[in-house]
């Protein structure tokens, strides 16, 4: 069965769906991460992407549903995916639909982090991320977990977009695009919400329950 996670920038989305990967055999599709792999590999759209995330903006439709589209249609995470920051606008929640349509595959929960935006403050500005294994750390948080991460610590790095001026315009964009996806998802039979304040491990059990494992 597939997954959304769905809410804002720093909601945890990322940090749950990486237990949900371990624990469960998951496919995490986070279209953040592909995007920064462009970056990364210097492919044809690797600067404009640079360019939008670095200002808290979104990458056209276009640029974002080739790249999922690549994933969806790999047998490999077949039933299997939790889709980490995609859809962001109606748009993309109705091309969801229709690939997944097409690909003869079905959404088995929705599930809604909902957080404020001072906790999301707090979390993305001690965000840390493994340049390795993705793994995701809080300077504030996690100290202990930063000095024994089994890479090394020096592959844990902020992300360029994890400043202030630019939270702020993340969460502005998620507000005014995003939010509109809520009430496009909220009447679904399958939709939860779940409080993304709540410590990590409460929330990494709510959601076990819900995939009733
Ligand atoms: P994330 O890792 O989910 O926080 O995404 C980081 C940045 O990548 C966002 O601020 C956007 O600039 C871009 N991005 C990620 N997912 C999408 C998407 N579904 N549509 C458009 N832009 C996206």
Same mark, same amino acid.
């Given at each position: 069965?597939?997954?959304?996670?769905?809410?804002?920038?720093?909601?945890?989305?990322?940090?749950?769906?990486?237990?949900?990967?371990?624990?469960?055999?998951?496919?995490?599709?986070?279209?953040?991460?592909?995007?920064?792999?462009?970056?990364?590999?210097?492919?044809?759209?690797?600067?404009?992407?640079?360019?939008?995330?670095?200002?808290?903006?979104?990458?056209?439709?276009?640029?974002?549903?080739?790249?999922?589209?690549?994933?969806?249609?790999?047998?490999?995470?077949?039933?299997?995916?939790?889709?980490?920051?995609?859809?962001?606008?109606?748009?993309?929640?109705?091309?969801?639909?229709?690939?997944?349509?097409?690909?003869?595959?079905?959404?088995?929960?929705?599930? &809604?982090?909902?957080?404020?935006?001072?906790?999301?403050?707090?979390?993305?500005?001690?965000?840390?991320?493994?340049?390795?294994?993705?793994?995701?750390?809080?300077? &504030? &948080?996690?100290?202990?977990?930063?000095?024994?991460?089994?890479?090394?610590?020096?592959?844990?790095?902020?992300?360029?977009?994890?400043?202030?001026?630019?939270?702020?315009?993340?969460?502005?964009?998620?507000?005014?695009?995003?939010?509109?996806?809520?009430?496009?998802?909220?009447?679904?039979?399958?939709?939860?919400?779940?409080?993304?304040?709540?410590?990590?491990?409460?929330?990494?059990?709510?959601?076990?329950?819900?995939?009733?494992?």
């Amino acid at each position: 069965m597939n997954i959304i996670l769905f809410g804002p920038p720093g909601a945890g989305k990322g940090t749950q769906a990486q237990f949900i990967v371990k624990k469960h055999n998951y496919f995490q599709l986070s279209t953040g991460n592909l995007l920064r792999e462009e970056v990364k590999l210097k492919t044809t759209f690797g600067s404009e992407i640079e360019l939008l995330i670095s200002n808290g903006k979104f990458v056209s439709d276009e640029i974002v549903n080739k790249l999922l589209k690549k994933s969806i249609t790999n047998l490999k995470f077949r039933d299997r995916i939790i889709f980490d920051g995609y859809p962001r606008n109606v748009e993309q929640a109705k091309n969801l639909d229709l690939i997944l349509d097409e690909f003869d595959q079905t959404i088995a929960h929705i599930i &809604f982090l909902n957080v404020s935006r001072d906790v999301i403050e707090k979390r993305i500005m001690g965000r840390m991320t493994c340049d390795k294994c993705n793994m995701t750390l809080n300077e &504030f &948080f996690n100290k202990e977990q930063i000095e024994l991460h089994p890479c090394g610590k020096e592959f844990l790095k902020k992300r360029k977009d994890d400043n202030l001026d630019i939270v702020v315009a993340r969460y502005d964009t998620y507000m005014k695009t995003t939010k509109p996806v809520l009430d496009f998802y909220s009447k679904n039979v399958n939709f939860i919400e779940i409080d993304g304040a709540l410590e990590i491990n409460q929330i990494t059990n709510k959601i076990n329950e819900i995939l009733n494992v």
